[in-house]
């Protein structure tokens, strides 16, 4: 009897010891944060030498926004448009004189003096009117009802399948080599786009191929998916500080044509 009670008063004893343990195991986790209803951020190393980071944005709770023709040849970080932005990437690739490449649209408006790709050749473009759409053929002239539009070349998934190590020959010093990378992508479902950065040029850190881009967009759930400006170019902005690690050779952030901004709906 006596010894029945005192296993009783040790397991009252022990109970809160047992219980907060039990409660400092940490919960599974995917490796996303959430940073705001809406928006999710990852940072992870795939591969030995890499670094990568992610956005995942519910378009139901999050609003694209590309920076307007006022703001080309200024760095993400300066654009008034990205004030308050919950984050921000670069976008289009463009020319010396800042103009970007391909089907561009700001506020419902055309960018002036675009630049077209080669004849019969259509970039991809991420379109959003009342819902977001990734073409991977765009038309020559914006359809009506598009409040954005962003270029960029070439694709990384295509109908769930990603591009391969040998697509990538056909364009060997911008798809085979490592590079810093910015890529876009869509889900099947159309109301969740994904936003990929990889740093690069940082000694063992060289950055991705397309193919590995590609690939990694594809395990994230993109269907449609395309490379935007990368390099040097390439910026992420969390509440408007940098987080992408900068290549060695650059390390200040690079003036770009353009940038997308979310906000909350």
């Known amino acids: 009897m006596r010894a029945a009670f005192l296993r009783l008063c040790l397991t009252w004893l022990l109970l809160p010891l047992l219980l907060a343990g039990c409660a400092s195991v940490p919960a599974p986790t995917d490796g996303w944060q959430a940073l705001a209803p809406g928006l999710r951020y990852r940072a992870w190393s795939p591969w030995p030498g890499s670094e990568v ?90 359809e009506p009802g598009w409040q954005l539009a962003v270029s960029g070349t070439p694709w990384l998934v295509r109908d769930g399948e990603p591009r391969t190590a040998e697509d990538d020959t056909l364009c060997a010093y911008l798809c085979a080599r490592t590079h810093p990378r910015t ?31 590609a690939q990694l967009l594809r395990d994230l759930g993109a269907w449609q998916a395309f490379n935007l400006d990368g390099g040097g170019s390439s910026t992420l902005l969390v509440s408007g500080s940098s987080r992408l690690p900068r290549p060695f ?7 770009v044509a353009n940038a997308l901004h979310f906000f909350p709906r």
């Open 53 to 142: 980071q992610a956005l995942q944005v519910d378009l139901a709770q999050v609003r694209p926004v590309l920076s307007p023709p006022t703001e080309a040849g200024q760095t993400v970080e300066a654009m008034a448009s990205g004030q308050g932005a919950l984050a921000s990437v670069n976008a289009s690739f463009f020319d010396r004189d800042f103009r970007p490449r391909g089907l561009t649209v700001s506020a419902g408006q055309p960018w002036p003096e675009l630049l077209q790709p080669a004849p019969a050749v259509a970039d991809p473009v991420l379109a959003c009117a009342l819902r977001c759409v990734i073409l991977l053929q765009a038309p020559v002239t914006p």
């Open 183 to 213: 890529a876009v992508g869509l889900d099947a479902s159309g109301r969740t786009l994904l936003l990929l950065l990889a740093a690069g040029r940082r000694g063992d850190v060289a950055g991705l191929t397309l193919s590995q881009t």
């Open 249 to 255: 050779n650059e390390p200040a952030l690079r003036r």
